[in-house]
């Protein structure tokens, strides 16, 4: 059995208990690392239990799961270390320091170094473990949002958890400066006067677009998962941030569009309109009488404005002569927003026009030219001919 004797023996400036405190420490620390941290994140859903159902435990787990564990490493890496002695006291470097009256050459140890920078990991996983609360906290509130047909909950949500984001990290830079680096925040923030202001002007744009941001949602000129087009960008606002508003085009890309641009240009919200416009011009050949040209044209309007899918304000009218043909300008509007009904709509309109211009015995125009030469025939006279023939 061993006796206190032998765990009190030296070796390189540490006991063999500071060695086997060292090496039992870390050992429990990895090997228990997982299931201490899903133990911990599972006691930290129970303070959030009255808020989500038993269902968003899982979601919970995977978000702390992994800065709980840097954590739990970090502390037990810090607290096993601190068992030995040495070289944590050795000096590394000296620096003068004003006691008093007195300049004092003041050691800095490797332990100490080693504390600064465990110090530093602590923290920064203690508001990594913060920033994943709150990402579960918004994922809990986008699904209730989800619940509801208002969509400016939908939009408000992500636009919450980026500013208490941004908050929770201003406050873990400033407490880093003040433990680790031992900075006066409080003397920092007072003196920045002067700097405050340059910074200041120089994020003037991204002071507006914040702005822009909180006009945005006041005034509510659009919602997450309205279609809207503004300076010649169309598509499904996707997300509305602190700086800039994400557009999926209807090319399937990613437009990003800075707020004051939001809310400075000319905004068309097409998911407030209550119906699709339809514009077109239509050529009859010339051969079309004006008999048959009032009753196509008659036909057409009447078609339009008794179908289901459109408004009774359609009209068709004779615009012009053309190049090629007798031009007739159609113009109506389809009340079903849904695009994919929208085309189906408009494919029946266009095909029973073709009906129409047939029935009547008319036909569509397309360019044409017609060539007549002179030459002289047998009998002495000049034949005329005619040929037709697309461009």
Same mark, same amino acid.
């Given at each position: 059995?061993?006796?206190? =004797?032998?765990?009190?023996? #030296?070796?390189?400036?540490?006991?063999?208990?500071?060695?086997?405190?060292? +090496?039992?420490?870390?050992?429990?620390?990895?090997?228990?690392?997982?299931?201490?941290?899903?133990?911990?994140?599972?006691?930290?859903?129970?303070? *959030?239990?009255?808020?989500?159902?038993?269902?968003?435990?899982?979601?919970?787990?995977?978000?702390?799961?992994?800065?709980?564990?840097?954590?739990?490493?970090?502390?037990?890496?810090?607290?096993?270390?601190?068992?030995?002695?040495?070289?944590?006291?050795?000096?590394?470097?000296?620096?003068?320091?004003?006691?008093?009256? #007195?300049?004092?050459?003041?050691?800095?140890?490797?332990?100490?170094?080693?504390?600064?920078?465990?110090?530093?990991?602590?923290?920064?996983?203690? *508001?990594?473990?913060?920033?994943?609360?709150?990402?579960?906290?918004?994922?809990?509130?986008?699904?209730?949002?989800?619940?509801?047909?208002?969509?400016?909950?939908? !939009?408000?949500?992500?636009?919450?958890?980026?500013?208490?984001?941004?908050?929770?990290?201003?406050?873990?830079?400033?407490?880093?400066?003040?433990?680790?680096?031992?900075?006066?925040?409080?003397?920092? $923030?007072?003196?920045?006067?002067?700097?405050?202001?340059?910074?200041?002007?120089?994020?003037?744009?991204?002071?507006?677009?914040?702005?822009?941001?909180?006009?945005?949602?006041?005034?509510?000129?659009?919602?997450?998962?309205?279609?809207?087009? #503004?300076?010649?960008?169309?598509?499904?606002?996707?997300?509305?941030?602190?700086?800039?508003?994400?557009?999926?085009?209807?090319?399937?890309?990613?437009?990003?569009?800075?707020?004051? +641009?939001?809310?400075? +240009?000319?905004?068309?919200?097409?998911?407030? &309109?209550?119906?699709?416009?339809?514009?077109?011009?239509?050529?009859?050949?010339?051969?079309?009488?004006?008999?048959?040209?009032?009753?196509? $044209?008659?036909?057409? !309007?009447?078609?339009?404005?008794?179908? !289901?899918?459109?408004?009774?304000?359609?009209?068709?009218?004779?615009?012009?002569?053309?190049?090629?043909?007798?031009?007739?300008?159609?113009?109506?509007?389809?009340?079903?927003?849904?695009? =994919?009904?929208?085309?189906?709509?408009?494919?029946?309109?266009?095909?029973?026009?073709?009906?129409?211009?047939?029935?009547?015995?008319?036909?569509?125009?397309?360019?044409? !030219?017609?060539?007549?030469?002179? &030459?002289?025939?047998?009998?002495?006279?000049?034949?005329?001919?005619?040929?037709?023939?697309?461009?």
């Amino acid at each position: 059995m061993l006796n206190s =004797a032998f765990f009190d023996q #030296v070796f390189w400036g540490n006991t063999v208990k500071a060695y086997f405190l060292f +090496g039992g420490i870390l050992f429990l620390g990895l090997v228990f690392k997982n299931i201490v941290s899903k133990l911990l994140s599972r006691l930290l859903f129970k303070l *959030f239990r009255n808020f989500s159902n038993q269902s968003h435990n899982d979601a919970f787990v995977a978000l702390l799961l992994k800065p709980i564990e840097v954590f739990i490493l970090l502390t037990t890496l810090y607290l096993s270390i601190n068992q030995l002695k040495h070289p944590l006291e050795v000096a590394i470097f000296h620096y003068s320091k004003l006691i008093g009256k #007195v300049k004092e050459l003041i050691p800095v140890t490797i332990g100490d170094c080693i504390d600064r920078i465990f110090l530093f990991g602590i923290i920064l996983s203690i *508001f990594w473990i913060i920033l994943r609360i709150i990402d579960f906290i918004s994922h809990v509130l986008l699904y209730k949002a989800s619940l509801t047909g208002n969509k400016a909950d939908d !939009q408000l949500v992500p636009f919450l958890k980026e500013l208490f984001k941004t908050i929770v990290i201003f406050i873990g830079f400033f407490t880093l400066l003040g433990f680790v680096f031992e900075v006066n925040v409080l003397t920092l $923030i007072t003196g920045l006067g002067i700097g405050g202001i340059a910074i200041a002007l120089a994020a003037k744009e991204s002071l507006e677009n914040l702005i822009g941001s909180f006009t945005i949602f006041l005034d509510k000129p659009f919602t997450v998962g309205d279609l809207v087009k #503004v300076d010649g960008v169309e598509g499904t606002v996707e997300k509305v941030g602190f700086r800039s508003t994400r557009i999926r085009t209807s090319e399937k890309t990613m437009a990003t569009l800075p707020n004051r +641009g939001m809310i400075d +240009g000319v905004l068309e919200n097409l998911s407030l &309109r209550n119906s699709r416009k339809v514009s077109f011009v239509i050529g009859l050949t010339y051969e079309t009488n004006s008999d048959s040209l009032r009753k196509i $044209i008659s036909e057409i !309007q009447d078609y339009i404005n008794q179908h !289901q899918g459109t408004s009774d304000d359609g009209n068709a009218s004779f615009k012009s002569f053309g190049d090629s043909g007798l031009n007739v300008e159609v113009n109506y509007f389809v009340t079903v927003l849904e695009y =994919a009904e929208f085309l189906k709509i408009r494919q029946e309109i266009n095909l029973e026009i073709m009906d129409i211009v047939i029935r009547n015995k008319s036909d569509f125009a397309y360019p044409t !030219q017609r060539l007549i030469s002179d &030459r002289p025939t047998q009998a002495g006279n000049h034949e005329e001919v005619g040929n037709d023939a697309m461009d």
